[in-house]
């Protein structure tokens, strides 16, 4: 019987059993019992769309009327279960006490004795065995890379699960015992079940694993090579090859690089580091990576490995080289728990496919041309009366708490832009000629509006030991502030989050290895003594961040972050570095969300003490316990879009959408022509790839939200300036990423940050 071939080759879905009850299911007897998972569920076998030969098992909560509304605001709802269809799974039929058709496999994830049961209530026989033999057709072309339209029930065999103490037998009762067969099967076939490969001109070829002394490997196993084709907008099979970790000795001690070979030699050799854009997918055993070829070219590559232990190896041996490349020195010498936080920064989320729910061509040109309604509205007539911008170009923008006005540096040059409404922004004034007290010029490499929007503190790059006051009304700097002789001011931010709208005078700082806080009223060096912390060692801090009660988050260089309850003590968490230096961090007002931004992804850090004595309470105030640090999650661009996009991920930092009565629902940051913005409900979720877009004909210099506001966003643009509605961000396709044409003004550009 052909059960595959009744179907439509690219649908998603290949059968579903739409009514039934997931239980997982533990033997063993100090812990045996039946645990209800999903009281009302389905099952589904899918395909997934972007891998040849691969299918997943679905099993999905189905909610009462009302229960989806009831339930959309909490933050762990949890509505599916997805597991890939392998050998591994053990999977078989039986039958409740009232005969009642069930399914089982094992739980990959779990103990050697944990199972999920799917128990189907009225499930007809015909659905029960084409449901199983679906099941089975999908490991046949897992194993074998074809597809199984011509199969024979014979070929399916090996596929069909034993008990352990019955696997040696052949007999009709062991093989009843373990599963049943489908109707077509003849009893004399069913009798002869077998665990030997069948005849396949497709069964895989054995490559030999050698490799080149002067770059000996950490890891090598066969695995199955991808390319990303973008017309298709699938990846396509580039046959066997075997997948390595190698250490290049020419290169350092610290030097590795991912290589393939196949027999023809080597297929490629990729130095690893973070600009690969990596990712790691448990579910279906997969690791993706960009690379960017001298041409400037994004190409987009997978590894598929075949069995869950090869996958784990290699999850070990490329978080390690990638580990000792970034830190330059062996990952023998971190602590245990350090690793197993570095490691948890890989573990795989449920991810949906690239083109999963993509609309056809007639919906993406219908929403391209609403898009291109609705930019209409973000700029101003031509002929509208409105000042000239200064020259030069828009190097940082920083967005007001009061009076609806955002500002942008330009060189020694502030413009100054009113929020109009309906998402506009119209260019109102400039304050010029940007200079000291003693009149010498400058422009600043970092502002921070102050005291109620009145006031922008100005740091000089040319005075690192001071900060400068601009009063904005008079439009002009009035007060230098020499903190101290001997430290550096390297960042500032508020005394707390929502310190900008008040009176509050004092600020936090930091220099390379120190945190302060400024106060202008205190004579002489405006450091306040008493609230200072300064560090041996260099740190090479390079932000920090405040909450709306004042504790702060501090970050390096290095990739490590500190989290302190106040100023002048130690830090009562420090959460280690994964290597990567963070260029920008932001936290929500009430302290529990950390994210901080490095080049090619953001870390979502989440402060909640899950466990030990101070469970309940944030890393702010208590030490998480070594065992039990928090697992800090990657938010990235898939590497399927970065090909469409052509250039590395280079992210700005990134900040939560903000407001005194106003909950952190979404994330924006921007790399090169790309506004980006995740829906951090969904990310809370653990649905890391919720992310829309939107491409401009410039490179995108800063964006933030507008203050008290979770939907309209300003962005700075490197010749302009404007507000867009987060509703006219798309999810990422192949024409959201390189749309045709478009205003010229409506452009986004490559970051210099």
């Not at 229960?67 to 799974?89: H, K, N, S, W």
Request: glycine share 6%; aromatic share 10%; charged share 30%.
């Amino acid at each position: 019987m052909n059960i595959f071939r009744s179907h439509d080759p690219n649908a998603a879905e290949v059968v579903k059993i739409s009514e039934g009850q997931l239980f997982l299911v533990r033997s063993e007897s100090v812990r045996g019992g039946r645990e209800c998972i999903y009281n009302d569920a389905m099952a589904t076998i899918r395909r997934v769309p972007s891998m040849d030969h691969t299918f997943e098992l679905v099993i999905t909560r189905v909610y009462e009327d009302g229960d989806q509304e009831l339930l959309e605001d909490e933050e762990e709802t949890d509505e599916e279960r997805v597991f890939l269809i392998c050998e591994e799974l053990e999977f078989r039929v039986s039958a409740t006490s009232d005969n009642d058709p069930t399914f089982v496999w094992r739980d990959l994830q779990g103990d050697e004795d944990e199972l999920y049961e799917f128990v189907a209530p009225g499930t007809n026989e015909p659905t029960r065995a084409f449901f199983e033999t679906c099941m089975y057709r999908a490991m046949y072309e897992r194993k074998y890379r074809t597809s199984a339209d011509n199969t024979q029930d014979s070929d399916l065999q090996e596929f069909i699960w034993q008990p352990p103490a019955a696997k040696k037998s052949k007999t009709k009762a062991s093989r009843k015992a373990s599963a049943s067969k489908s109707k077509e099967a003849p009893e004399e076939e069913v009798a002869t079940t077998s665990t030997s490969t069948p005849a396949s001109p497709t069964a895989k070829k054995v490559l030999s694993k050698e490799s080149d002394p002067s770059m000996p490997s950490i890891f090598a196993e066969q695995a199955e090579l991808y390319l990303w084709d973008r017309q298709s907008g699938m990846f396509v099979n580039q046959g066997d090859v075997i997948a390595r970790v190698a250490k290049n000795l020419a290169g350092g001690q610290y030097e590795y690089w991912l290589e393939a070979s196949a027999e023809q030699g080597q297929v490629f050799a990729h130095k690893i580091s973070s600009e690969m854009n990596q990712r790691l997918a448990q579910h279906v055993l997969s690791f993706t990576w960009n690379n960017i070829t001298d041409a400037g070219q994004a190409n987009s590559w997978c590894l598929r490995f075949d069995s869950a232990e090869a996958y784990e190896a290699f999850k070990k041996a490329f978080t390690q080289a990638s580990w000792e490349g970034l830190n330059q020195i062996p990952w023998a010498k971190a602590k245990y728990e350090d690793q197993a936080y570095v490691m948890s920064s890989n573990e795989d989320v449920e991810m949906r496919d690239v083109e999963d729910e993509e609309d056809d061509e007639e919906a993406v040109a219908g929403e391209l041309d609403k898009s291109d309604d609705e930019e209409e509205e973000e700029y101003p007539d031509e002929d509208e009366d409105v000042p000239a911008m200064p020259k030069g170009r828009n190097k940082q923008l920083t967005v007001g708490f009061k009076g609806d006005r955002s500002y942008v540096v330009r060189d020694d040059k502030i413009g100054v832009f009113s929020h109009t409404g309906q998402n506009q922004v119209k260019y109102y004034a400039s304050i010029s000629n940007l200079a000291t007290p003693q009149g010498k010029s400058f422009s600043p490499k970092h502002v921070m509006l102050h005291d109620q929007d009145t006031k922008m503190i100005l740091m000089n790059p040319s005075n690192p030991h001071s900060l400068f006051n601009l009063d904005i009304e008079r439009g002009k700097v009035v007060e230098e502030w020499k903190v101290h002789e001997d430290i550096t001011v390297d960042h500032i931010a508020p005394d707390n989050k929502f310190a900008q709208k008040t009176t509050e005078q004092t600020v936090v700082g930091i220099s390379h290895n120190a945190l302060f806080r400024v106060d202008p009223r205190v004579s002489g060096a405006k450091m306040v003594d008493s609230q200072y912390k300064q560090y041996v060692s260099k740190n090479k801090f390079s932000g920090v961040a405040t909450t709306a009660e004042g504790k702060l988050a501090v970050a390096s260089e290095k990739g490590d972050i500190r989290l302190f309850d106040a100023i002048g003590k130690n830090a009562k968490t420090a959460l280690p570095p994964l290597g990567d230096p963070i260029v920008g961090i932001d936290v929500t007002a009430n302290g529990r969300w950390i994210v901080a931004t490095t080049k090619t992804y953001l870390l979502l850090i989440d402060t909640l003490i899950g466990e030990g004595r101070y469970t309940g309470q944030l890393g702010f105030d208590r030490s998480f316990p070594a065992n039990a640090k928090p697992i800090p999650r990657r938010l990235q661009l898939r590497a399927e879009h970065v090909a469409y996009m052509d250039h590395s991920v280079s992210f700005t930092p990134a900040r939560f959408n903000m407001g005194e009565d106003t909950e952190e629902n979404a994330i924006v940051t921007s790399t090169g022509q790309y506004v980006v913005a995740w829906d951090f409900a969904k990310v809370k979720k653990g649905q890391l790839d919720k992310y829309e877009i939107k491409k401009y004909d410039q490179f995108v210099v800063q964006d933030s939200f507008k203050f008290g506001d979770d939907k309209e966003i300003i962005v700075a643009l490197q010749n302009d300036v404007l507000a867009i509605n987060k509703k006219n961000l798309k999810r990422p396709t192949r024409a959201s990423l390189a749309p045709a044409g478009g205003r010229s003004r409506s452009s986004i550009v490559n970051t210099p940050y």
